[in-house]
């Protein structure tokens, strides 16, 4: 008899529920022998307007008796920003302690990459991005809010115990793969508290992975090396915020933000990790079928991959690579239609 799974399903806001839908079929499809016990969670905006709450705490401490997370995104415009990202995103990550956010940056063969000098051979990298400190926590305030005089900080927050749990993670990472080699990307020359914690963290775990080549870049370099050299790059640490911008960067390079996979991980399994595409809830395109599914696709994979199943996991990946390398030349489908599609190649 297959194994159960227990799924907590957030859609969210705009093409969050369009993409998840997708990627639930493609996940089953993949699974036939798993059977998905979901629970589906109405949090976003239309609760927000209807009761007030981003994410009550009875609804949380239901989320963390499931086995995983699938996340499609969240924020809207018709709250203020920050509402839903804070009240309800970030404070799942925090709250599930989601320290590692991984999120892969990887050309498919036949994808085409803007790059300035045309496509490259490879782009495969992984972005082990902080996900519970630096400039998220929220820290900082505002004096005299609007007057001429008013003053605003927003404060990142670097703890030890916080850099080397994450550049622990991304040192395995590393080691694990063929290229063995580990970026850090900061800003030391500027953010020089910060940067030093980093730096010496990193350095001083060095030692314990002597295969690992450890390479520094600040983040307005790497950010050029993304679009110039991004063979240079396998495995990246760097702190919430560059991993969030770089992120962006990297799916762009690597055919789009339509194909970014991400999954927000608790590694030593206390609470449920969560997966979800990069991108937001793309408000401009919403409710339009126009949304790629692919990224929550993948991060269904990736979400497979974390509780076991690497073979079922591998099989999407294929059937992405064999969707996505056959599309030029070909007329745009619908969101559904290439949900239809992964899901057909995987089953098949
Ligand atoms: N993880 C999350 O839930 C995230 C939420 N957000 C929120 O989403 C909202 C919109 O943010 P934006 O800055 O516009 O970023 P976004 O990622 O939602 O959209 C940026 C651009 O990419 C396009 N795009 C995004 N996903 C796509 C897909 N799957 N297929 C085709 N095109 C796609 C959009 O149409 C838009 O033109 C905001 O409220 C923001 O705070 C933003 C990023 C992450
Ligand atoms: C909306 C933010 C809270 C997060 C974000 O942009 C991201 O995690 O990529
Ligand atoms: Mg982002």
């Avoid at 010496?200 to 030692?207: D, F």
């Avoid at 401009?284 to 079928?289: P, R, V």
């Avoid at 509780?307 to 599309?327: F, M, N, P």
């Amino acid at each position: 008899m297959g194994k159960t799974v227990k799924l907590a399903v957030i859609g969210g806001d705009g093409i969050g529920p369009e993409v998840t839908a997708e990627a639930l079929k493609v996940l089953r499809a993949a699974t036939p022998e798993v059977t998905w016990d979901t629970t589906d969670y109405d949090l976003g905006a239309r609760r927000y307007h209807a009761t007030g709450e981003t994410l009550p705490d009875t609804v949380l401490e239901e989320i963390r008796g499931h086995d995983a997370i699938l996340l499609g995104a969240v924020g809207d415009p018709s709250v203020p920003s920050g509402v839903l990202e804070r009240g309800l995103l970030l404070r799942l990550r925090f709250e599930l302690d989601h320290y590692v956010n991984l999120r892969p940056v990887r050309l498919y063969p036949g994808v085409a990459s803007p790059l300035a000098k045309g496509t490259p051979e490879t782009i495969d990298m992984v972005v082990v991005r902080e996900g519970t400190e630096g400039p998220y926590t929220g820290a900082g305030g505002v004096m005299r809010r609007g007057t001429p005089q008013e003053i605003a900080t927003q404060e990142s927050y670097n703890t030890y115990f916080g850099v080397e749990r994450v550049a622990r993670y991304a040192f395995e990472q590393a080691a694990n793969r063929p290229r063995r080699k580990l970026t850090l990307v900061h800003k030391n020359n500027v953010l020089t508290y910060a940067g030093d914690l980093w730096v010496r963290t990193v350095n001083g775990l060095a030692p314990e992975f002597p295969s690992v080549t450890v390479e520094y870049q600040h983040v307005d370099a790497a950010s050029m090396f993304f679009v110039t050299q991004p063979e240079r790059f396998d495995v990246i640490v760097t702190d919430n915020l560059f991993g969030d911008i770089i992120t962006d960067l990297g799916a762009a390079i690597a055919g789009g933000i339509g194909l970014a996979a991400s999954g927000n991980i608790n590694p030593a399994g206390t609470f449920p990790s969560m997966f979800e595409p990069v991108h937001g809830s793309a408000p401009d395109i919403a409710g339009q079928s126009k949304a790629d599914p692919t990224a929550a696709i993948l991060s269904a994979a990736l979400l497979l991959s974390h509780l076991g199943y690497t073979a079922e996991a591998g099989q999407i990946e294929q059937a992405v690579a064999d969707d996505v390398s056959e599309r030029g030349g070909r007329s745009a489908r619908t969101t559904g239609e290439i949900g239809d599609d992964v899901a057909k190649r995987v089953a098949g």
